[in-house]
């Protein structure tokens, strides 16, 4: 089964920085968008940003400003740059590929872990 994998977290303190990075199948990342997502003990997982094939990208209101996301599409890999974290940033961290906002073309890989001490 084709896997996602997300490596880069750490722990940081608030302020600081981090640089995640998800390598995909290129069969899919070639052809879609691509996303990070996030999810908070206790919570749902929720979109962080998401950029096209393109380039075009969308950001969640919480993270604008602070978050880039880029994808390099000779290396099949999508990263995600995070500036000025916050506590409330602290979570795992997953990339997938979206057909919708609950709909995704691959298996959820294992996460990497972010946790922004305040």
């Known amino acids: 089964q084709v896997q996602l994998v997300e490596s880069g977290g750490g722990l940081v303190q608030a302020g600081g920085s981090l640089r995640l990075s998800c390598a995909a199948p290129g069969s899919i990342f070639s052809k879609n968008t691509m996303g990070w997502y996030r999810q908070a003990p206790g919570k749902r997982r929720e979109l962080v940003a998401t950029?096209?094939?393109?380039?075009?990208?969308v950001y969640a209101d919480s993270v604008k400003g602070r978050f880039t996301i880029s994808r390099d599409n000779a290396k099949n890999t999508v990263s995600l740059q995070m500036n000025s974290l916050k506590a409330e940033d602290t979570a795992v961290y997953y990339c997938?590929?979206?057909?919708?906002?609950?709909?995704?073309?691959?298996?959820w890989g294992q996460g990497t872990q972010v946790t922004v001490s305040s």
């Open positions: 997938n590929a979206p057909l919708s906002s609950s709909i995704f073309l691959l298996s």
């Open positions: 950029i096209t094939k393109g380039g075009i990208t």
